[in-house]
């Protein structure tokens, strides 16, 4: 059983910071896997925030590219995503994804909320 655990979401003033934190359970070999990060505000889409391979190569949204860093730590089975000099447009559900290689499943937490806003 798979399961992402997000933590670290709340409520943080515009030019602020979080990190938010999604711990791995249920897989092996966690360092083959490609994370990722996405987020969805209220009345859109899903959209990518970042993602990082088993590589450590990173890709980033424009929204979130200079001001998000996303890493992961293997022996934790841990993902992060710092998020520096917030506005109000990074409000949203932020959830963790793991992408399983050759099979090309995806399992999902059930998400953090970010709010910002003074």
Known sequence: QVQLVESGGGLVQPGGSLRLS??????????I???GWY???????RE???TITS??????ADSAKGRFTISRDNAKMTVYLQMNNL???????YYCNLRVPVA???YWGKGT???VSS
Do not use: H, W
Not at 87 to 93: L, N, R, V, Y
């Open 39 to 45: 987020r969805q505000a209220p009345g859109k889409t």
């Open 22 to 31: 999604c711990a791995a359970s249920g897989v092996s070999i966690f360092l």
């Open 113 to 115: 909320l970010v709010t």
């Open 87 to 93: 506005k109000p447009e990074d409000t949203a559900d």
């Open 48 to 50: 990518l925030v970042a």
């Open 33 to 35: 896997y490609t994370m």
């Open 104 to 106: 090309g499943l995806d």
């Open 55 to 60: 590589e450590d190569d990173t890709n980033y």
